[in-house]
């Protein structure tokens, strides 16, 4: 795949970019993205119990990870199945874990 630069890019697309990393900007949506990596789908109740926070909580930071376009959602019964909407998204989490590594 060829890299693209940022002169490749559109207005409308740089816009999307610009709010799926506001989305993103978050310990809990980092925390988040972090437990879909590798293909990973997990319930709501999956997410809750990994973060240890309350389910409401969760639910409204899945909200706006879906709603940016980061997350794709599939309903199975009583279930809702959250997963990464692009693989590449987790470039992101070893960004943020190589970025922010202090044992140099």
């Known amino acids: ?3 693209k ?3 490749d890019l559109k207005i409308e697309q740089l816009e999307a970019a610009a ?4 989305a993103i900007a978050h310990p809990l949506r980092i925390a988040i993205l972090s437990f879909l990596e590798d293909g990973k789908q997990l319930t709501v109740t999956e997410i809750h ?3 240890d926070i309350e ?8 909200g706006i990870l879906k709603d ?8 199975d019964g009583k279930n809702t199945y959250y997963s ?12 943020v874990s190589s970025c922010t590594n202090y044992d140099k």
């Open 5 to 7: 630069h940022i002169d």
């Open 55 to 62: 389910q409401s909580t969760t639910s409204h930071h899945l």
């Open 68 to 75: 940016k376009g980061v997350l794709n959602s599939r309903r």
């Open 49 to 51: 119990m990994k973060l």
């Open 19 to 22: 709010n799926m990393l506001k």
């Open 84 to 95: 990464l909407r692009h693989s590449s998204l987790s470039h992101i989490i070893e960004c």
């Open 1 to 3: 795949m060829e890299k």
